[in-house]
């Protein structure tokens, strides 16, 4: 009964802050939340179109990350926060990674929340997903972009605004046109840089939380994925985006949801949480995981692509291509005087676990010429050149067999 009804104060605190905030806004918009047949004005239908062909666009961009798994995983944690499934059906709101190591994420006007593959890798648990999802489908349901969009034209004084404004909303959408893409651009760059106006931000705060708690995850945890990005960010020099932006600054964002949880501490201490651990969350992401470490390690992040590395590891400790990436990164750190042996373990290992790996008999292969033990250079360049497709360096790796040949 105690939970019943903690769940009936948590869906009233999601209408009463939802609806609040909504009767402030420029132009009163209602939240999709509460209402399932809401229609749509010319201009904001055309940003939604808009977004459909951004989202057109990104099917053809590399930067697109498709993994069914993955997505099916990560569109299943959003559907737990949305208590009405009529909503997913006919808002149709879902999840798409980028391949991008650096953390953020973002909503656009038709639902596609965009989540970089470096957040991905960076949080620890499902909670902490859904805390990230959380906070961009209310930025969605509550229609923050059209909002946004709304108080910039009614500020905006200059003709670069007012460009923007009939570029998205008045100019008949026939494919994106490179002027209609350029305006739709530097709106979703500017919630993506800058972040939404504090006001929008903190109800995409607060009302995460209560989803949250109502999905059963621990909103504790959302916590936990701010104090990982004051890790990675100065907030007092660095600008960033999402729930580090600038409006308002992460400490102060930090400080509203503390606040915002202790008032409802004993709510939610009676709450029924999900078990999520971070080895589950870690098996689900393990491909992307491995991918985005690589990206780390090609910009120069070795520790964050390293932690990565040690995580996904400790989850799968079979993983043939993680010992191989943990081998590179002994390799780069430097790990002491012995980091050439301990490397060299990690690629033995790699190559037991996945024989057909091409990049790890290549790595072995440059360490035993340096070591000069030249018959096995030599068979594990060939075993290079016989598992790779066309390598780039192929002519590279062949000069040293053709060395090792005539010794």
Partial sequence: ???????????????????????????????????????????????????????????????????????????????????????????????????????????????????????????????????????????????????????????????????????????????????????????????????????????????????????????????????????EYDPDTVKESFYYGSHPLLTERIHNVELFMAHYSKTLSQMKMRKVTEANYTRKIADLLLENAEQDIEIGRFNTADMAVRKLLAAIPMSGKGHYLRGKLIMQLNEGPDSIARALQAYKLSAKLNPSFPLTHRELGLIYYDRGQHGMALYEFNQYLGLAKNPVDGPIIRQYINTLSKK
């Avoid at 997505?71 to 999840?95: A, C, D, F, G, T």
């Avoid at 007012?162 to 490179?178: C, D, E, K, Q, R």
């Avoid at 979703?188 to 995409?204: N, Q, V």
Wanted: aromatic share 8%.
């Fill in 1 to 231: 009964m105690e939970i019943v009804n903690c769940r009936k104060l948590l869906q009233f605190l999601l209408i009463v802050c939802l609806f609040c905030i909504s009767c402030t806004t420029t132009q009163s918009l209602k939240s999709l939340f509460f209402d399932k047949n809401v229609k749509l004005s010319e201009s904001e239908a055309r940003l939604w179109e808009s977004a459909d062909e951004f989202e057109k666009a990104l099917d053809k961009n590399p930067m697109s990350y498709r993994n069914t798994l993955l997505e099916r995983y990560l569109n299943q944690v959003l559907s737990n926060l949305i208590m009405e499934k009529e909503l997913i059906r006919k808002y149709k709101p879902h999840v798409r990674v980028i391949r991008n190591p650096l953390l953020n994420a973002t909503a656009l006007a038709n639902g596609a929340i965009l989540v970089h593959s470096g957040m991905l890798a960076r949080i620890d648990n499902e909670a902490q997903l859904s805390a990230i999802l959380g906070h961009e489908l209310v930025h969605f349901m509550n229609r923050h972009a059209y909002r946004s969009l709304q108080r910039k034209i009614q500020e905006s004084r200059n003709r670069a605004a007012v460009s923007i404004f009939f570029a998205i909303v008045m100019l008949p959408i026939t494919g994106v046109a490179p002027k209609v893409a350029n305006a739709i651009g530097e709106h979703w760059e500017l919630a993506a840089i800058s972040g939404y106006s504090r006001e929008l931000e903190r109800e995409a705060d607060e009302s995460a939380l209560v989803l949250m708690a109502e999905a059963g995850y621990d909103p504790r945890e959302a916590i936990t994925v701010f104090r990982h990005l004051r890790k």
